[in-house]
């Protein structure tokens, strides 16, 4: 179970994934560095209208795609402050592919396809719905105000 374990905030905090369940999840790892930078908008938006729905987003920075997440926690976070207002959980940098992959993402990309497999870009999406298993993955490219993604996050809150 993805939500089963423990991980570090930006601000150094640790803390305990299952406090989500019961919620609608996105996870999502992210960049600041990136042409899907811009994402962090529509992260924003769908968790300003979701989230007092029982919606969550949890944010993953990562640098394992050509550099794009050089920054340190700190870096990020005031980052994601100051040009997109980013409110929804921010954890410390970890690597989502690879050798040092962390063992959330080692745990995501093992599931069966089409949810499982690997991460091929930043911002890659995937939505866990109430019970805390991982339904749908969301590729890279598309928006996360996108009709599929909402409707998704939506039908997922209904359940």
């Not at 905090?13 to 369940?21: A, C, I, Q």
């Not at 999502?28 to 919606?55: M, R, W």
């Not at 005031?78 to 409110?87: A, D, I, R, S």
Request: glycine share 10%; aromatic share 10%.
């Amino acid at each position: 179970m993805v939500l089963e374990r423990t991980m570090k905030r930006l601000d150094g905090s640790e803390e305990d994934l299952s406090n989500y369940k019961g919620k609608v999840v996105m996870l999502v790892n992210v960049a600041s560095k990136c042409g899907l930078t811009p994402q962090y908008k529509g992260l924003q938006a769908i968790y300003d209208e979701y989230h007092g729905k029982g919606f969550e987003i949890l944010g993953f920075p990562a640098n394992d795609f050509m550099g794009q997440e050089p920054g340190t926690d700190e870096e990020i976070g005031q980052f994601c402050e100051l040009n997109y207002g980013v409110t929804f959980p921010l954890f410390s940098k970890i690597s989502v592919k690879g050798e040092e992959m962390h063992p959330l993402y080692r745990e995501l990309t093992s599931l069966p396809e089409p949810i499982g497999g690997e991460v091929t870009w930043n911002f890659q999406k995937y939505l866990v719905n109430k019970k805390g298993n991982v339904v749908k993955k969301i590729v890279p490219r598309t928006a996360p105000e996108d009709p599929e993604v909402t409707g998704s996050i939506e039908a997922l809150l209904a359940e």
